[in-house]
């Protein structure tokens, strides 16, 4: 089995397109051996800002020879009365480029088994590769040269190795070799022999070629220089992800700034060092913030003095932009800004964030109502959550919305819930981060959302595969995941009703906004119960109590019964779209149907749904004595209408915790 190395060497990648790389050339190269029946045993993609790497171990050196078998024409239109090949018979055999010795007949058809000799993987690969490259997709790809094929950055060489030899491809005018580049401060170039040097020959030029390996690289140094200082950090997998694709020699760089930035809020501080400069923000041993940070410099060499002072000289002014923005909106109370609000448009057609504010109030009064708890919180909350947004700072770092009007609140005095409440009504800002712990974040933050998606829906802009405005898919899974593990029992159909009549477009589109809502209900609850139970669990309308729903789905994933449920389905397969409301005893004609009558009544209908189909088990043996023993469609009409009333009857009954026929077996 052989290995092939492909590296494609370019200018710095945008970090965002790296990773994007890494899972298309998987994707594409997989895609490529099986089509052409190419065996391997393993692919690896190797990334870094200035190279693109594929190595494939494993491989066979061919495809396999295979046979095809070409059916042609009837064998009396394929030969003529002397046995010889007809016009027909010979256009069959020059189009497949048979001899007439190849055709046999067979089954009354003229047929031909030809033996196809594989091609080489190296054949392959060199007709094959520079599509495989140049398919790549992403976002502001660009041309250069003459060129009228794009990529994302500029194309500088090309390293392409089978085992010990040199495997040509060209892409555009570059062709390849088995020359590498180092680091971009190394000078000289590296040759690689063979597949299996080329990660320690790369190293040899400062270059980490492993990503996964550059990434632990990058952690362990900023670990130790955080320990050195009795420090640590905090850094996210999506910061450390792009700091890993923006070098390929990682070295941790200790840099710290005057005490008294400290004074401005921490998220700034910290917003300005990682999403702004990439810099890892330390922590004392309290977890507070500290005047020191640590910066990952893509840097051969020891003297780090420059590096200091550089990292130094841009945060400082990015520090100082903030404490000058802090010092200018800190003059006066956040309550002050609501009015600034007026100017700011919220959505064209949907008003002002003013007129925005107005109808969180509203909506939030509504929920607090329906919750029986006092709104005096959540209605200042309300009031004041936007307000942060006519702030100079969060004009700047857009980013911290709700903690600026959060640390604004407690400076103009305004008490600890409503200061909570302004920055969690966000939450959560992902779908993997912290819900709103406060029920003044809890509300305000359902009707905040609400309001998003009923106006996107209101205005036309229903989110596509390729399009979320005001990002309402995760909107709408903020307000599902707040419902759910607050145990809130909110009517979120009454709430859509009432935010669609706030809005200042009318659109009929309650139930477009229902379904996407509870598309986004069994999207989430997909990786714990199972999708046909989540699909028969949709009865009436869950929107209306989601405890109610989530309580079913659950009684309903614990329930084993199989007979219950063919019972179920039995009922529903007999009555099809018929249905009778009433029920005469009187036209009873066996014990069989008054014993499953008198069963039914005496079912309870209860919430406990564990219990509740407990009694639906109970009725089995009276379903099947019905069953056994009655004919549902008597030639008498009052005696067939009577039964499927009773079936009718039945049915709602298993119909109140799910619809049994949506259930797999």
């Known amino acids: 089995m052989s290995k092939y190395l492909l590296e494609i060497g370019v200018e710095e990648l945008p970090y965002k397109f790296i990773t994007m790389a890494e899972k298309q050339l998987r994707e594409s190269f997989e895609k490529f051996y099986k089509t052409n029946n190419i065996e391997y045993s393993n692919i690896e993609i190797l990334t870094t800002p200035r190279r693109l790497t594929v190595i494939t171990d494993g491989l066979a050196d061919s495809q396999p020879d295979s046979t095809k078998v070409f059916k042609g024409p009837i064998k009396k239109i394929a030969y003529d009365e002397n046995g010889n090949l007809s016009k027909a018979g010979e256009g069959f055999a020059r189009k497949n480029g048979l001899k007439p010795e190849d055709l046999y007949v067979e089954n009354d058809y003229v047929m031909a088994k030809v033996e196809i000799k594989g091609k080489s993987t190296k054949e392959l690969l060199a007709e094959n590769v520079p599509n495989l490259v140049l398919k790549l997709q992403g976002p502001h790809f660009m041309r250069w040269s003459t060129h009228e094929e794009k990529f994302s950055r500029p194309i500088r060489w090309i390293v392409s190795v089978y085992n010990n030899e040199e495997l040509k491809v060209k892409i555009l005018d570059i062709e390849s070799s088995r020359v590498s580049r180092g680091h971009r401060s190394y000078e000289g170039t ?61 070295v941790a760089v200790v840099c710290d700034f005057d005490e008294e930035y400290l004074k401005i809020p921490d998220e700034v501080t910290v917003t300005v060092m990682e999403t702004h400069q990439r810099y890892f923000a330390l922590f004392d041993k309290d977890n507070k913030l500290t005047n020191k940070f640590i910066t990952i410099a893509n840097y051969i060499g020891d003297d780090f003095e420059n590096i200091k002072a550089g990292n130094l000289r841009v945060i400082k002014a990015r520090l100082d932009d ?24 919220f959505q064209k057609g949907m008003g002002t964030v003013y007129d925005k504010t107005q109808r969180l109030i509203k909506l939030s009064k509504l929920l607090a109502e329906e919750l029986e708890i006092n709104d005096t919180d959540i209605i200042r909350t309300a009031y004041l959550c936007k307000a942060d947004l006519a702030t100079k700072l969060v004009f700047e770092f857009t980013e911290l919305q709700g903690f600026i009007g959060a640390d604004y609140a407690r400076v103009s005095g305004e008490n600890e819930k409503v200061s909570e409440g302004i920055k969690e009504h966000y939450f959560p800002l992902n779908a993997d981060s912290e819900l709103a712990k406060g029920i003044e974040g809890q509300i305000v933050g359902i009707a905040d959302k609400m309001d998003n998606i009923c106006a996107v829906f209101a205005s036309g802009k229903k989110p596509t595969g390729s399009s979320d405005p005001l990002g309402v898919r995760r909107a709408a899974l903020g307000i599902i995941k707040t419902v759910i593990v607050n145990n809130l029992e909110i009517d979120l159909s009454q709430l859509i009703k009432f935010t669609l009549e706030l809005l200042p477009v009318k659109a009929d589109c309650q139930k477009d906004v229902e379904e996407f809502i509870i598309q986004r209900l069994t999207i989430y609850l997909a990786d714990t119960y199972r999708k046909d139970i989540l699909e028969a669990c949709l009865i009436g309308n869950p929107l209306e109590k989601l405890s109610d729903y989530i309580s079913r789905v659950k009684a309903v994933s614990e329930f084993d019964s199989p007979m219950t449920i063919e019972n179920a389905n039995r009922v529903i397969r007999i ?33 406990d749904y564990p219990k509740y189909l407990q009694q639906l088990i109970g009725l089995n043996s009276k379903v099947d004595a019905f069953f056994d023993k009655v004919l549902v469609m008597d030639k008498d009409e009052n005696i067939r209408n009577n039964r499927i009333g009773l079936l009718t009857m039945l049915k709602s009954y298993y119909g109140l915790v799910a619809d049994f026929s949506k259930i797999s077996k």
């Open 190 to 250: 590296i040759e690689i022999n063979n597949p299996d040097e080329y990660k320690e020959k790369l190293r040899q030029g400062y270059v980490i070629v492993d990503q996964k390996e550059r990434k632990a690289k990058i952690v362990e140094e900023a670990d130790k220089k955080a320990s050195e200082i009795g420090a640590h950090t905090r850094v996210s997998d999506d910061l450390l992800e792009e700091v890993t694709n923006l070098c390929e020699w990682p």
């Open 322 to 345: 903030a404490v000058f923005f802090v010092k200018t909106d800190t003059k006066h109370k956040l309550e002050e800004y609501v009015e600034k609000l007026k100017g700011m448009t």
């Open 575 to 607: 009555l099809k779209d018929a249905s009778f409301d009433i029920v005469d005893e009187d036209l009873f004609q066996c014990d069989e149907e008054r014993n499953l009558y008198s069963a039914v009544k005496d079912i309870e209908v209860t919430e």
